[in-house]
């Protein structure tokens, strides 16, 4: 089953979340599968039905002071129907004070409590972003992606086609690549993919006669990026004479990664054709489109209205003739 080992958070320096382990450190090996937090209001008047043990658990300062109003005996009931869940985690925000009890009952029952400084605000907003970004659908894909006029470009293509090659005549063209031959694709949101470069051979490139180089080290770092998101799929293939090329811009074909549709183009490559303007002039095309500018439209829109004038035109003149 896929998920974030606990112990991950104990282990974070990128997010900041600030724990510190109170109780549970056997159950440091539990897993998060989902990327919503759980506040655990309801829980602490003792109706756990719907409590997710695979979600998060956070305490703040709302539940801690309904909590303080139980007496002894209810307290203990509580913590014991709460710990008998076998919760993946639980937070307490404020640095709270966490009763012994709680602590002892994590403790048998293997649950890791942690405590932060943080304000049940913050934290929730900094541990979402971790749990969106480790728990995120992932999908590994053969291509290249760049920064092109600050639009995700997805190269696609058979294996030497020239991909590579177009991708580092860009970054000659002050464009960044984000990652070589094999794109790491997250699924962010339920329309927003996120691409990377593999950790082992992320700013290296390949190039065919050349060998393995180092795009960082060669250009500097404003020759690369990170991460990107994904906003046009552009697919390299090798020219047809029998094959039929969209050549007025009216054919929209999508690219499904993740279940989100890309807009994708097909670029036939020849010798001839320059492929590095071409991607240029696809990447601002692409932004005009985002900005309500479609030149297609806009062409199919004016030859219809000279059709229709030419059409009026030749209505009057032969109604003038007879």
Not at 55 to 64: F, H, P, S
Not at 177 to 186: G, N, R, Y
Not at 231 to 238: G, K, R
Request: glycine letters at 8%.
């Amino acid at each position: 089953m896929s998920g974030l080992v606990v112990q991950e958070l104990e282990q974070d320096r990128d997010y900041h979340l600030g724990l510190t382990l109170m109780a549970g450190r056997k159950g440091l090996k539990k897993k998060i599968t989902h990327p919503q937090v759980q506040k655990m209001g309801l829980a602490m008047t003792g109706y756990t039905r719907f409590i997710n043990p695979e979600r998060l658990q956070v305490i703040g300062n709302t539940e801690a002071a309904y909590f303080r109003t139980l007496t002894p005996e209810l307290q203990e009931k509580v913590i014991r129907q709460i710990c008998a869940i076998g919760l993946s985690c639980v937070v307490v925000t404020r640095n709270l004070e966490i009763p012994e009890i709680f602590l002892q009952e994590a403790d048998e029952k293997e649950i890791p409590v942690f405590r932060t400084s943080l304000s049940s605000t913050d934290f929730i907003d900094r541990i979402t972003k971790l749990l969106e970004d480790k728990l995120a659908s992932t999908q590994s894909l053969h291509g290249v992606l760049m920064d092109v006029f600050g639009v995700g470009v997805l190269l696609l293509g058979k294996s030497g086609i020239g991909k590579s090659e177009c991708a580092l005549d860009l970054i000659l063209r002050g464009h960044r690549l984000v990652a070589d031959d094999m794109v790491s694709i997250q699924k962010r949101s339920p329309n927003v993919l996120v691409g990377s470069g593999f950790e082992v051979i992320r700013h290296h490139m390949e190039i065919r006669g050349l060998g393995i180089i180092n795009i960082r080290s060669l250009f500097g770092v404003e020759a690369i990026r990170e991460r990107k998101k994904v906003e046009l799929v552009l697919e390299l293939v090798e020219w047809d004479n029998q094959q039929e090329y969209d050549r007025l811009g009216f054919e929209e074909e999508k690219y499904t990664i993740l279940g989100v549709d890309l807009p994708m183009l097909r670029i036939p490559v020849t010798p001839a054709r320059n492929l590095t303007t071409i991607i240029e002039v696809a990447a601002r095309n692409h932004l005009l489109k985002k900005m309500g500018y479609d030149s297609a439209l806009e062409f199919e829109k004016k030859l219809l209205h000279q059709m229709a004038e030419k059409g009026e035109h030749k209505l009057e003149v032969e109604g003038e003739v007879e």
